[in-house]
């Protein structure tokens, strides 16, 4: 039920932008969350939105570089990713819950999850 875009090859310190958008829900009482997956790794948490209120949260990874944000007209949400590092590739995934206003990291807490995009920094 999400539908993910974008993503690609960058060189260190570009910029890439993501996108997850619902065409058969709406994201109202929901957050919309980022998460990531390196190889060889596990999953983690990248980045949160509640989509009533815009309120968000960042993994100390990537805070100040990334920015999640609504996209209501579109109802979607996206997340910017600026200075990209090698330490950045990963399969990015969103992933829905309805929470409300909270702000989950957890990736259990989420219902519906898009298909992963393939972000590879290198030069």
Request: proline residues 4%; positive net charge; charged residues 15%.
């Amino acid at each position: 039920e999400l539908v993910q875009s974008g993503g690609g090859l960058v060189n260190p310190g570009g910029s890439l932008r993501l996108s997850c958008a619902t065409s058969s829900r709406t994201f109202s009482r929901h957050a919309v969350g980022w998460f990531r997956q390196a190889p060889g790794k596990e999953r983690e948490f990248v980045a949160v939105i509640a989509w009533s209120g815009g309120l968000t949260e960042y993994s100390a990874a990537v805070k100040g570089r990334f920015t999640i944000s609504g996209d209501s007209p579109n109802n979607s949400v996206h997340l910017q990713m600026h200075n990209l590092q090698p330490e950045d590739t990963a399969v990015y995934y969103c992933a829905a819950a309805e929470t409300g206003a909270r702000l989950p990291r957890a990736m259990s807490t989420y219902r519906y999850w898009g298909q992963g995009t393939q972000v590879t920094v290198s030069s």
